[in-house]
């Protein structure tokens, strides 16, 4: 089983910068494309950014300008850099297996447990 671990949620004021990181277990981690989710309360769970295994990289239009997904494969860890951080940030955000070459999404996949982010007014 794949397993995901994330840090580096916090409380921070508007305008302020956080860097979530997501580590993940086994040695396939350079193949997988990798998502951020964010889910708010009373919100559905909606895809923030992803990054490919070749490093191409996509962003909801709320965050584009402000949100930077990476990745380091040598640490098997993807980074979710935010800046100018707004109030309506704020939720749980989780890391997620979102692709792999040669198998269904459907057939791989995965969740980190989730770290929250407030940002406050």
């Known amino acids: 089983q794949v397993q995901l671990v994330e840090s580096g949620g916090g409380l921070v004021q508007a305008g302020g910068s956080l860097r979530l990181s997501c580590a993940v277990s086994?040695?396939?981690?350079?193949?997988?494309?990798m998502g951020w989710y964010r889910q708010a309360p009373g919100n559905q769970r909606e895809l923030v950014a992803s990054?490919?295994?070749?490093?191409?990289?996509s962003y909801a239009d709320s965050v584009k300008g402000r949100f930077t997904i990476s990745r380091d494969n040598a640490k098997n860890t993807v980074y979710l850099r935010m800046d100018s951080l707004k109030p309506e940030d704020t939720a749980v955000y989780y890391c997620?297996?979102?692709?792999?070459?040669?198998?269904?999404?459907?057939?791989?996949?995965?969740w980190g447990q989730g770290t929250q982010v407030t940002v406050s007014s």
């Open positions: 990054v490919t295994s070749g490093g191409s990289t």
């Open positions: 086994g040695r396939i981690f350079s193949s997988i494309t």
């Open positions: 997620h297996t979102e692709r792999i070459f040669g198998l269904k999404p459907e057939a791989f996949d995965y």
